[in-house]
């Protein structure tokens, strides 16, 4: 990625903060799922008195070079890292972790079922981040 001086912050805001339309769209589908079996949605809160928040997701440690965001539920323990890397002609090399934690057969089966469209979306959110 070409935009040296971009921190953590910034990567994970331009990754998480507009979204492509197809991505709303399955949100939209996995939360009126998710909400029969009594899972949190996941949905874009305001800001306010609350955690800081990048997209959905509650940042829960920032640094410039590395921000970790997640979120629990009763299924599962999500986590996302960004990190940023200075590279070779002013360059930054992104990089984006993804870490699951599963607490019963809900949270297995649920991964299951999303990780295909997880690594889609992984992969469109760095080619956002690229060329925002």
């Known amino acids: 990625m070409h935009a040296p001086g971009l921190d ?6 331009r990754m998480l903060d507009r979204q492509p339309g197809w991505v709303d ?19 874009r809160e305001p800001a306010g008195d609350g955690p800081a ?10 640094s410039p070079q590395e921000m970790l ?23 930054q090399r992104i990089t984006l972790t993804t870490v699951v934690h599963t607490h019963n057969l809900l949270g297995r089966v649920y991964l299951a079922a999303i990780l295909p ?5 992984v992969r469109s959110m760095l080619d956002r981040a690229a060329k925002s």
């Open 53 to 62: 928040r990048i997209g959905i997701f509650p940042v829960l440690a920032e």
């Open 8 to 13: 953590a912050r910034q990567v994970s805001q």
């Open 117 to 121: 469209f997880h690594r889609v979306f």
């Open 69 to 91: 965001m997640g979120l629990d539920d009763r299924h599962l323990d999500f986590r996302v890292a960004v990190s940023v890397q200075a590279a070779a002609a002013g360059a």
């Open 25 to 43: 769209t399955l949100m939209g589908l996995r939360n009126r799922i998710v909400s029969l079996f009594g899972l949190k949605p996941g949905i």
